[in-house]
């Protein structure tokens, strides 16, 4: 039973598009994260939910938007995809003290 | 200076042998200091918790240096299970104990 689960695994698509990625947690926690991971490995924050409201967002372009229906869940909207936004999007959900458990990740790959 | 610095490696280490390496931070303000580990393709995990007065998990001890502003991690009788990259994480108070990932150290543990 995965704690964290990302959907979808992969994502190719095409410039311009329009798509999202679902995350959703079983763990009861309150906060869940993106991070961006770019071809150099950094792993970098995006947004920060809290209880279904916006904590954290970095300095990311609008066309990037998060969604939070309820606190288990933290989808994210992607509009008009660049070749830049190729990367592994990675979804955690945050335990007391900090610690991240994170889902599987979804590559994603624009042409 | 990034706020959180990793020698990217990768470390070749035999089988058996002793690898540590460092992670240095430039906010001193830093709060909570982790590692993770991140195997290829796969999500971050977190490793172990890093106490100011250090603290040993099996074969594994992190250490803090707040005077000089570092971490630390040592493998002891490294396994070949063991290659993987390790990421730095520190938190920042002030920025609402915002996690920054380190760029992460390579480690190849060889026969």
């Known amino acids: 039973d995965t704690a964290v689960s990302q959907t979808p695994k992969y994502l190719v698509t095409q410039m311009g598009n329009d798509k999202s990625i679902k995350c959703e947690q079983n763990l009861g926690h309150d906060t869940m994260y993106w991070y961006k991971q770019d071809s150099k490995k950094f792993l970098k924050i995006m947004f920060s939910?809290?209880?279904?409201?916006?904590?954290i967002n970095e300095t990311v372009p609008n066309r990037f938007s998060p969604k939070s229906p309820d606190k288990a869940h933290l989808n994210l909207h992607i509009n008009s995809l660049e070749l830049g936004d190729s990367a592994v999007y990675f979804c955690?959900?945050?335990?007391?003290?900090?610690?991240?458990?994170f889902g599987a990740g979804t590559r994603l790959s624009v042409l | 200076r990034k706020e959180v610095e990793q020698d990217p490696g990768p470390f070749n280490v035999p089988e058996g042998a002793t690898v540590a390496f460092n992670c240095t931070y430039s906010?001193?303000?830093?709060?909570?200091f982790f590692w993770y580990r991140q195997d290829c393709r796969k999500e971050p995990k977190l490793l172990m918790s890093v106490y100011s007065s250090g603290n040993e998990d099996g074969r594994f001890t992190a250490q803090l240096n707040r005077a000089s502003q570092y971490i630390s991690l040592l493998i002891r009788d490294s396994k070949l299970s063991d290659s993987a990259t390790y990421l730095c994480?520190?938190?920042?108070?002030?920025?609402?104990?915002?996690?920054?990932f380190g760029g992460g150290t390579r480690v190849l543990v060889k026969p």
């Open positions: 939910y809290n209880n279904k409201e916006l904590i």
């Open positions: 994480v520190v938190t920042f108070k002030a920025a609402g104990n915002k996690l920054t």
């Open positions: 955690a959900s945050t335990a007391p003290g900090n610690i991240q458990y």
């Open positions: 906010n001193s303000a830093s709060q909570s």
